[in-house]
Nanobody
Framework: VQLQASGGGPVQAGDSLRLSCAVSEWSSGRFAVGWFRQAPGKEREFVAAMMWPGGSTYYTDSVKGRFTISRDRAKNTVYLQMNSLKPEDTAVYYC???????????????????WGQGTQVTVSS
């Protein structure tokens, strides 16, 4: 699976941004697309994921209520809508995909085999 992330940029605190992840092919079975981020000097961390069939969503606590993951089926694209952005959201954001992933692993970067290039999000105060 090939993934192409886009949509990052510089914004002010409180602003919104929507990241896109174009997915080249979609598994007909169990499949997850996740968003991760990595800030300078920090480890890559889980942000959000969506899992099929069913479309269940998962979020790390720090973004719950602010970020929303969604899918445009016709465009094979997964979005990460980010509202009320904070300076601590500054990071390079990556999307990843994995077929046959188990639910308990959706938050682990090591569980994903396919990764897109990152897109930089910079939130200034």
């Amino acid at each position: 699976v090939q993934l192409q992330a886009s949509g990052g940029g510089p914004v002010q605190a409180g602003d919104s941004l929507r990241l896109s992840c174009a997915v080249s092919e979609w598994s007909s079975g169990r499949f997850a697309v996740g968003w991760f981020r990595q800030a300078p000097g920090k480890e890559r961390e889980f942000v959000a994921a969506m899992m099929w069939p069913g479309g269940s969503t998962y979020y790390t606590d720090s973004v719950k209520g602010r970020f929303t993951i969604s899918r445009d089926r016709a465009k094979n694209t997964v979005y990460l809508q980010m509202n009320s952005l904070k300076p601590e959201d500054t990071a390079v954001y990556y999307c990843a995909a994995e077929p046959r992933i188990i639910t308990s692993s959706v938050g682990r970067s090591s569980a994903y085999g396919d990764w897109g290039q990152g897109t930089q999000v910079t939130v200034s105060s």
